[in-house]
């Protein structure tokens, strides 16, 4: 039912030629502020329709005034409305009543807002204003409120339902019918809460009057009872708008959607990107990874007309894709070492962590579809069912035991309910289940009316019963299985043994062939309450899907697998907008919803017919998540340059460029490695995932350190994957980044000539003397060189003693040695051996290569001279080239993507 | 381009509006009422902090909370000494700081429920318990953030003295992360800091010169770095970190051999005290907050040899916090920083006040119940010991304190409003301390 309202509300963006709908308020009633502006009106104000929202109008409601928790003079009120019960009680609260039903004129409640009796709220509203009257009448009426006499609201209905605004002071007046579900509409402008997501477009006021202030496009948010509308307001950038608008060719239906967007807005799209520009682009975003010098020369001069969609399929087969994508998912999941503490009974030797990083990464790696990725995340066993504890103990051992087994081998990744912020708390798993998965933000309807969507504290509680028969797997047995656990403790001799010795003791049990015990998630035969009296809420039985049916949670097996079913129905309106939103995201520095966890009424998309066209797609691929990878990356509207014209410089929700934005943690730190790595060594990351960042599987804010790639990591705000939000992950600039690349230890020495840097192999090649492994290699020819005199004499010696024996060995000895030291002496030989392009060739050629490997195209003369002429001043090449590349990873362009 | 809003839908413009008044929600008349009430000290702007952290949760009956009367079972084997103000008793092992009781308080009585390190740590470190939800900004972030505008651009604003993985910058983000220097510094010799000092002997004229190349080569987006926040921001971060590397101010502020042997003497050369006298030279140039570590205090065994004299592998806990922290104190007022230095010493909780019995000499277990805290500097009065336990310190006698109500009177010291509201990513609106309220006592 809900959905079919959230559908109804939803707005239809053809501005084309939009003609208005005029106002079809005639079967509506009359405006309130009309019926109730003279004193001796009859009629009895409904404390839902009119008393309540006036409440919110009023602000009385609000969280600075009596929607405080706290209340607020010893009156309070539910926040933002909704709860009419509670607020009808406090109203009528025994110690403080604020309705005096034998003397309406007495009430607090008239009396305080217009400041009669003193209000710390000062004046609300004039006396024998409609406002009063309607207050005055409602008390008169006898001040009731019947719970089962709560209405649905069918829809709000907002006319115009979109503005077209042409210049600044520009007025236009917005109107609301409610329509009930009895089919009884009123005109209840005066009774909705107005905003503006963006008052530098449109102001609104308490009244529902829009102006327009600048250009630029965004929505105006119409709230009333339960129902929050977005009306979408454009005003043009420029006044290349309809026929003006220049040819701009649409490839794809991504394309041609955002056009048409931008065709309203009068913003010109930037020009298709050059190659380099893609490259590097695609890569980062894709795979996480820099290209290699080596692969920005190939796709240049490659001339293949189609070599940009051929790339995207050639990396979207690469280990790195499978383990950017991982890390994402694993961010939005919540792999988190702190909460995964203890919860394995092998987890000092076998992460948690890893294992639902393994087990994401091979389904990522197969291409798995999205829906059961998320099914054996949040609705699968790995017990099947008939087998006994035992043997699914036995099982588990192997997995963990046997090298060609894994956890990912199994049908469920079961930590993710094992989260320790999950534990016992089901307004946790709720919240978290909706963010993971959902990209809602529900959190706030916990304790209130949410906001900025339809969400009442109703709606949370029922939906958290869907999460309150999980007993996660934990390191002990389920409690039906509690005697063969047991029995198992009792065979393995380690009753009664505290955690710390259990966490040594059973790897060691595990690796002498011992079958250890494991836990299991299983569903609980009871509805399970939270363990913290704190938590405040309502109970109830059922369970109720947002926005949809209601269901008898203890009725049925395992209402995981009823959440599941509902959401990878088709018309599901959050599962599938959730994914590519957020894959949106990762591509364009914004979602089309932005944030892009949070999908509510109030924050609605700048494009919705994108968004509902990549859903749709991503729906009938059957949740095939290279679909939407290859559709979004194919797409002119993702390979336009970051260069901006006069029409969408400003733009950064419209799509109209690429907006430069800072790599993520994982793939910054990747990059330095790889930029200032050897050749060989630079292909290694490259291809494969062996000591990269994105292949780290854990992460939390607490387990930082000073060395290796966690300092860096935490530097470059890597998600600490902690509080349900995108946000965990961070992608400001700060200061201590650009330290980190200018001066830390680990970065300088990357960029200076050490073993396996790039700079150490100029250093071979500039310098013709020995460096230290050439000392080394000398020194062991040196050596050889004198074992073999010796070893000479002695067969001399053997020779004389014609001892033929030890003859025949010491001439063995000695081709042996002649065979090393002649190879020690060619290796010398390799390094020492002059190329033959001329010094200043070789440096020139070295500056190009620093550009591939660090900014992935090659310099621009102007660059180039400076380069050049830089290291010609230097006291020594090395060190001038050392200081080309140390520049080239400050630059701003190679610690963004653009 | 989006203005997110908060569940009041009041938009993050508006906050700007009001922030350089002090605070979201807050009228120019609200937020002079509570100027006038004390609520806002006048003098954030020249404040500095120091926050000392112990972690392990010290045993407060054996410090700064004796029950000489207590029972056996419960008194452990310390004596309680006199100090320089009349009436305040504190452990005998703590003699220094007991000749300067005149320059902090003890607050005692203090009280939580959250037993586990992580949690306390989490909770001691911000002011507020902590929620799945939300990571709420431990002290540094916040004091560093509300000071922004005045803080030098050639230092870091925050540093943590080895490193601080508790005071997080939770929502505010990564930016208002301490400088980690990774190592305490050792006497007499100047202290390399990871990112700060020059490395591998590059020259400031070297670094001069590369600079020079990377602002020629770092021309692409010259043309639109105006209308990206991101790319300003990286230019302007990447300006400060050159300055912070080459200035002399940020060298000095870090090298202790600079200092005289007579100013350093008394610091004694355990790392603690070391970190302590790095922390009055870093207050002294201009540094907004720094952490200071001091672990070890975990005794669930060897309680009493723990604390007093080590047992071998490191010295005495309360030696070591004696000499510092009585250096500290002592250092900041010749230096006559003590009025504009905020200082906080704490651990995550206190311990069990029945001794436990599985080692030989007993030990103490975790105990949030009952605990004490150290507030100087700044506007705080010194020489009180406000708060009681009742007679076996295992709990407030009266009402006793939270975290909360100790970390607003902390912020109020710096000057800053503890109500004040923030706004999460999440777009929920946050005061920087949830529940607590002004000790007043501690400043009357």
């Known amino acids: 039912m809900r959905i079919r309202l959230i559908l109804s509300l939803a707005i239809c963006m053809t501005l084309v030629g939009a003609s208005w709908q005029t106002a079809t308020a005639d079967d509506a009633i009359a405006a309130i502020n009309q019926r109730f502006a003279s004193a001796d009106v009859q009629e009895t104000p409904n404390f839902q329709k009119h008393v309540v929202p006036l409440f919110g109008r009023l602000g009385c409601n609000g969280r600075a005034c009596h929607g405080s928790f706290q209340g607020r003079g010893g009156f309070r009120l539910s926040l933002f409305g909704y709860d009419f019960q509670a607020d009808h009680d406090a109203i009528f609260n025994e110690d403080s009543p604020r309705v005096d039903r034998e003397n309406p004129l007495a009430s607090l409640i008239l009396a305080k807002p217009i400041d009669e009796d003193v209000h710390e709220g000062g004046k609300r509203y004039e006396k024998d204003s409609w406002q009063f009257h309607v207050i005055r009448r409602w008390i008169e009426g006898g001040a009731e409120f019947k719970k089962e006499q709560v209405q649905k609201l069918t829809e709000l209905k907002i006319v115009p339902n979109e503005i077209l605004l042409s210049k600044t002071g520009e007025e236009v007046q917005v109107k609301a019918i409610a329509i009930w579900e009895d089919g009884s509409q009123e005109d209840v402008t005066p009774l909705c809460r107005f905003q503006s997501n963006d008052d530098q477009v449109a102001e609104i006021d308490q009244n529902g009057l829009v102006t327009a202030t600048n250009r630029g496009d965004t929505h105006l948010v119409i709230s009333y009872d339960k129902a929050v509308v977005p009306v979408p307001v454009i005003r043009p950038v420029t006044d290349l708008v309809g026929d003006k608008y220049p040819q701009v060719a649409a490839r794809t239906k991504v394309d041609e959607l955002v056009i048409e967007k931008l065709r309203k807005l009068g913003v010109v799209p930037s020009e298709v990107c050059g190659d380099a520009e893609f490259l590097r682009r695609v890569r980062l975003d894709l795979t996480g990874t820099l290209p290699t010098a080596e692969e920005v020369k190939a796709f240049l001069t490659d001339e293949d007309s189609n070599k940009r969609g051929k790339k995207v399929d050639q990396l979207l087969e690469t280990p790195a894709y499978a383990a950017w994508w991982t890390t994402k998912l694993c961010d939005f999941t919540g792999n988190n070492t702190q909460n995964l503490n203890n919860v394995s009974s092998v987890g000092r030797e076998h992460p948690p962590t890893q294992d639902w990083y393994d087990w994401i990464y091979r389904r990522v790696e197969q291409n798995v579809t999205y829906d059961k990725i998320v099914e054996g995340i949040v609705a699968s066993n790995n017990m099947p069912p008939g087998q006994s504890y035992t043997e699914y103990c036995k099982m588990m051992s192997d997995v963990y035991r046997e090298d060609d087994k894994s956890y990912a081998d199994l049908p469920a990744m079961e930590y993710y309910w094992s989260r320790r912020d999950f534990n016992n708390n089901m307004e946790a798993r709720a919240i978290g289940f909706a963010y993971s998965f959902m990209g809602l933000r529900i959190q706030c309807a916990q304790c209130h009316k949410h906001p900025f969507d339809v969400w009442s504290k109703d709606d949370f509680h029922q939906f958290k019963n869907f999460f309150a028969r999980i007993q996660p797997a934990a390191r002990n047995a389920p409690r039906e299985y509690r005697d063969e656990y047991n029995k198992l403790v009792k065979e393995l001799g380690i009753e009664g043994k505290r955690n710390n010795e259990l966490q040594r003791e059973l790897p060691a049990l595990l690796k002498e062939g011992k079958t250890i015990p494991f836990g299991a998630i299983t569903t609980s035969n009871r509805l399970l309450r939270t363990n913290n009296p704190d938590e405040e809420y309502p109970k109830f039985d059922d369970g109720k899907l947002l926005g949809g049916d209601v269901v008898d949670v203890m009725k049925v097996d395992d209402p995981r697998k009823v959440v599941m079913d509902w959401l990878r129905g088709a018309d599901n309106p959050f599962f599938a907008k959730a994914f590519v939103n957020r894959t949106w995201a990762a591509y364009f520095n914004a979602g089309i919803v932005n944030p892009p966890d949070d999908l509510n009424l109030a924050n609605p998309p700048s494009n919705k017919a994108l968004l509902d066209h990549l859903s749709k797609g991503f729906i009938e691929s059957g949740f095939d998540m290279k679909w939407v990878h290859r559709t979004i990356a194919n797409s002119d509207t993702y390979q336009r340059s970051w260069q901006p014209n006069d029409t969408n410089k400003l733009d950064e929700r419209n799509f109209s460029r690429a907006v430069p934005r800072r790599l993520p943690a994982e793939v910054a730190y990747d990059a330095i490695q790889q930029a200032t790595a050897s050749n060989a060594k630079a292909k290694s990351l490259c291809d494969s995932i062996d000591g990269r960042a994105i292949a780290i599987a854990g992460a939390s804010a607490r387990n930082g350190g000073n060395n290796g790639p966690a300092f860096a990591l935490a530097v470059f705000g890597k998600s600490t994957r902690e509080s349900n939000c995108d946000c965990d992950r961070s992608s400001e600039p700060s200061l201590l980044q650009t330290v980190f690349l200018q001066n830390d230890r680990d970065v300088l020495g990357l960029v200076d000539a050490n073993r396996g840097t790039w700079l150490d192999g100029v250093a071979r090649d500039l310098k013709p003397q020995p460096t230290t492994d050439d000392a080394a290699t000398g020194r062991k020819s040196a050596s050889l060189e004198s074992q073999l005199k010796a070893a000479e004499t002695q067969l001399q010696r053997f020779k004389k003693a014609n001892n033929e024996q030890q003859v025949a060995k010491a001439e063995r000895r000695i081709s042996q040695l002649e065979k090393q030291l002649n190879e020690s002496n060619a290796s010398i030989a390799k390094v020492t051996t002059q190329p033959h392009e001329s010094a200043d060739e070789k440096v020139t050629s070295y500056i190009v290569d620093a550009y591939l490997r660090t900014l992935s195209r090659y310099p621009q003369q102007s660059e180039l001279t400076r380069s050049v002429a830089y290291v010609q001043e230097a006291n020594d090449p090395v060190e001038g080239l050392g200081d080309i590349l140390w520049a080239l990873i400050n630059t701003k362009e190679f610690i963004v993507n653009h | ?444």
């Not at chain 2, 940020?250 to 008394?266: G, L, T």
Request: aromatic content about 8%; some cysteine; proline content about 6%.
């Open chain 2, 1 to 444: 381009m989006r203005i997110h809003k908060t569940c009041d839908g009041v938009k993050r413009r508006d906050f700007l509006k009001v922030g350089v008044l002090g605070g979201a929600g807050l009228s120019l008349a609200s937020y002079l009422r509570l100027l006038e009430a004390g609520e806002v000290a006048e003098k954030s702007r020249g404040m500095s902090a120091i926050f000392v952290n112990l972690p392990g949760g010290p045993s407060h009956m054996d410090t700064f909370d004796l029950k000489p009367n207590a029972p056996t079972e419960f008194r452990g084997t310390f004596n309680p000494i006199d100090t320089n103000v009349p009436g305040i008793q504190i452990s005998e092992h703590l003699p220094k700081l007991a000749g300067c009781m005149d320059k902090f308080v003890i607050l005692r009585g203090v009280s939580h429920t959250l037993g586990a390190h992580a949690l306390g740590q989490e909770y001691v470190n911000c002011g507020s318990r902590p929620l799945p939800s939300l990571e709420y900004p431990g002290y540094g972030a916040v004091v560093v953030k509300e000071t922004e505008q005045n803080n030098p651009t050639d230092l870091p604003s925050f540093v943590a003295v080895p490193n601080n993985t508790q005071q997080r910058p939770g929502f505010l983000g990564v930016k208002y992360a301490p400088l980690n220097t990774g190592d305490t510094p050792k006497a007499g010799q100047p202290f390399s800091v990871r990112g700060i000092s020059l490395q591998g002997g590059l020259t400031v004229a070297q670094v001069e010169k590369r600079q020079g190349l990377l602002s020629d080569l770092d021309a692409t987006f010259r043309a639109v770095e105006e209308d990206s926040q991101l790319l300003e921001g990286l230019d302007r971060f990447s300006e400060q970190a050159h300055s912070i590397i080459t200035s002399k101010r940020s060298r000095d502020a870090f090298d202790i051999s600079k200092e005289s042997p007579a100013f350093a003497e008394p610091f004694g050369a355990d790392p603690f005290g070391l970190s302590c006298l790095l922390a009055t030279r870093l207050v002294e140039s201009g540094v907004r907050f720094i952490t200071l570590q001091l672990g070890g205090w975990d005794t669930h065994q060897d309680n009493w040899t723990r604390l007093s004299k080590g047992n071998g592998r490191s010295p005495g806990l309360l030696p070591q916090l004696d000499t510092g922290l009585s250096s500290l104190l002592n250092g900041l007022e010749q230096k006559g920083l003590l009025e504009s230095t905020a200082i906080f010493v704490t651990g995550e909780f206190g311990r069990t006040p029945k001794i436990n019995t599985r080692s030989a000499e007993g030990g103490r277990d975790h105990y949030p119940r009952c605990m004490f805290m150290l507030q100087a500097g700044g506007s705080v009065r010194g020489g009180q010991a406000i708060g009681e336990s009742d007679e076996k310190a295992s709990m407030p006698a009266n009402e006793g304190f939270t975290p909360d109500d100790v970390a607003a009177s902390f912020y109020h010291n710096v000057g800053i409003d503890p109500a004040k509201e923030y706004q999460t990513n999440t777009g929920r609106p946050i005061t920087i301390v949830r529940d607590g309220s002004v000790i007043r006592k501690m400043f009357a």
